[in-house]
């Protein structure tokens, strides 16, 4: 296992790429399931978690090839497999995408539920409802979800839940409903940018959906999808982990491959914090060198400020002047980076759905473990920020979703090394391999 030590103090400067979008690229690959056409797809980031989704659709007949660039050719070999067994979508929740294409085309599908992870329980109710509403008969048995279905058939599917919609249980539902018959409205459907990115795509391949980027999509049928080439959008949750690496550190940097009308949230809460962000020729350029200021803010989906920036900014938060509370509507007991953030010497005091942070005139480098995703990139920033080393253990959580966060990092200033994690052997403990006995 690998982590990360972080020597912290330097301000960041200097300009790096954005990569393509994860959360763009899981959904995408999962619905060329739905096309009988050979699909190519470009900058498509080299992650665990795409991986991941490549070896998943190997094992339902699709052929994935990918070049060095990003670049990767997609296409359907075989229609007969219908089961995502447990071993492959375990490791990754999103593997749930293909529940969707799988029924549509192949009539069957046989999907390990994905289960809970460190940012809460999270159900697939909604996607469930969906795929009956537009007639499958769904059921769970056994730990896995069986849908079945001759011809998939259009209705209207309303996907509000308890916090919002759903982003992965839209997508479920927009593809399948491609090749349903007749007409499918989806309300209260996800409007983030990496569902519009899956709607342009799904056109490409020939099917008719309106109102992308609205919480009505209204989808057509087709008979058959065929291939297209297509680019993913760029990763927004990325970019705002890099605009806040400047922020933390009071640094300037110049980021390319963004677009800044998907991070218009996180835009105002840095600039009001008095982080400069403005667009140059071809580049955005973000610059934390002036006075920072506490602010409160709020994750909620799309054009909220999104869930997967809130530890970042927490991080943040942490490190400027005032008080501020930051709540998640969308992940309400999405704070486990909080406690780790105290190891840091930061103040921060957790609610329900919310902490409240009080900026501190330093962070300290301290041993720190990565919980998820983004709780990882928050740690790294924060150990940007500290005096001293910060070792972020677990950085396995990172490389799910972000493509060499640390070689961006490094060609900013940063001193970030990946080592390889030997933790010591405390007496009475276990060392890395050995077993204990039972009994
Ligand atoms: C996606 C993103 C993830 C992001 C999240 C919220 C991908 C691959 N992942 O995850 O990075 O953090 O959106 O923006 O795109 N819920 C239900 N019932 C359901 C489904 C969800 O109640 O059937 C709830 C969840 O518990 C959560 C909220 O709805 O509180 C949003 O979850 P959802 O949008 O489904 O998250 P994902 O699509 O899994």
Redesign the pocket.
């Known amino acids: 296992m690998d982590m990360f030590v972080v020597r912290g103090g330097r301000p960041l400067a200097g300009r790096v790429r954005v990569s393509g979008a994860k ?1 763009a690229a ?2 995408l690959l999962a619905a060329t399931i739905l096309s009988d056409g050979v699909s190519v797809l470009h900058d498509v980031p080299d992650l665990v978690d795409v991986r991941s989704m490549e070896r998943l659709l190997a094992s339902l007949g699709v052929s994935v090839e990918r070049n060095d660039s990003g670049t990767t050719q997609v296409g359907v070999v075989d229609e007969a497999p219908c089961i995502a067994d447990y071993e492959l979508v375990r490791r990754m ?2 593997s749930i995408c293909v529940l969707g294409p799988l029924v549509a085309r192949r009539g069957r599908a046989v999907v390990s539920l994905p289960g809970g992870c460190n940012i ?8 469930l409802a969906g795929l009956r509403a537009l007639g499958a008969e769904v059921e769970t048995r056994n730990g896995y979800v069986v849908a079945r279905a001759d011809r998939l058939v259009g209705a209207r599917v309303d996907l509000a ?9 839209t997508a479920n539902v927009l593809c399948a409903a491609t090749l349903a018959e007749g007409r499918t409205t989806i309300t209260s459907a ?1 409007r ?1 940018p ?1 569902i519009v990115d899956l709607g342009r795509f799904l056109v490409g391949l020939g099917a008719r959906v309106e109102g992308l980027g609205t919480s009505e999509l209204t989808v057509d049928g087709v008979e058959r999808l065929g291939g297209t080439e297509h680019v993913l959008v760029p990763d927004r949750i990325e970019a705002a982990t890099l605009m806040i690496a400047a922020a933390i550190t009071r640094g300037r940097v110049e980021l390319d491959n963004v677009e800044l009308e998907h991070l218009g949230s996180v835009v105002e809460v840095l600039r009001s914090t008095g982080v400069v962000v403005r667009e140059s020729d071809d580049a955005i350029v973000v610059d934390g060198t002036g006075t920072l200021r506490a602010v409160d803010c709020v994750a909620r ?1 799309f054009p909220g400020v ?3 920036v809130q530890a970042q900014l927490t991080a943040l938060l942490a490190t400027v002047p005032g008080q501020a509370v930051v709540r998640d509507d ?2 309400p007991e999405r704070f486990m980076h909080a406690a780790e953030l105290l190891r840091l010497g930061a103040d921060v005091r957790a609610g329900t759905g919310s902490v409240t942070v009080r900026g501190v005139s330093r962070l300290t480098g301290a041993n720190v473990m990565a919980s998820d995703l983004r709780a990882s990139a928050a740690l790294v920033l924060a150990g940007l920020a500290a005096e001293g080393e910060t070792t972020v253990r677990r950085i396995y959580h990172l490389d799910r979703g972000y493509e060499g966060l640390e070689v961006k990092l490094r060609a900013l200033g940063a001193d970030v090394e990946r080592v390889v994690d030997v933790p010591a052997a405390v007496p009475g403990e276990l060392v890395p391999g050995e077993r204990r006995q039972a009994g």
């Open positions: 959360n899981l959904p929740r999103a809460g329980t999270r159900p697939i109710d909604l996607h839940g308890p916090n919002g919609t759903t982003v992965t249980g996800a983030e990496e989906p999104p869930t997967d969308v992940f």
